[in-house]
């Protein structure tokens, strides 16, 4: 297992940016570079989502909630993967996690990071 460390999350009013970032402080850069990594989110009383991912080669995907405004990125230089939100809404607000979909398969969860969107 990877251990992944989200942080940078914060307060912001409605229409504001934030940027989050994920670092994997042990990982070697070999076993890093081919993970694919993604976000996820869990707002109060929700199931938790997938919100954007990105392959080794940079493909990237997005949920439709979030298509337009998150940007998902990585600098394998520097195992560490970013999420930009911009034009944040209140229904952004949740726990945002960086995550590998097989460790999210087997329930291997990081602490997160709060996001609060006040409108």
């Known amino acids: 297992q990877v251990q992944l460390v989200e942080s940078g999350g914060g307060f912001v009013q409605a229409g504001g940016s934030l940027r989050l970032s994920c670092k994997a402080p042990?990982?070697?850069?070999?076993?890093?570079?081919?993970?694919?990594l993604a976000w996820y989110r869990q707002a109060p009383g929700k199931q938790r989502e997938l919100v954007a991912s990105?392959?080794?080669?940079?493909?990237?995907d997005y949920a439709d909630s979030v298509k337009g405004r998150f940007t998902i990125s990585r600098d394998n230089a520097r195992k560490m993967a970013y999420l930009q939100m911009s034009a944040l809404k209140p229904e952004d607000t949740a726990v945002y996690f960086c995550?590998?979909?097989?460790?999210?398969?087997?329930?291997?969860w990081g602490q997160g990071t709060q996001v609060t969107v006040s409108s």
């Open positions: 042990r990982a070697i850069t070999s076993t890093f570079n081919p993970l694919t």
């Open positions: 990105i392959t080794r080669e940079r493909n990237t």
């Open positions: 995550n590998t979909p097989l460790q999210a398969r087997e329930d291997y």
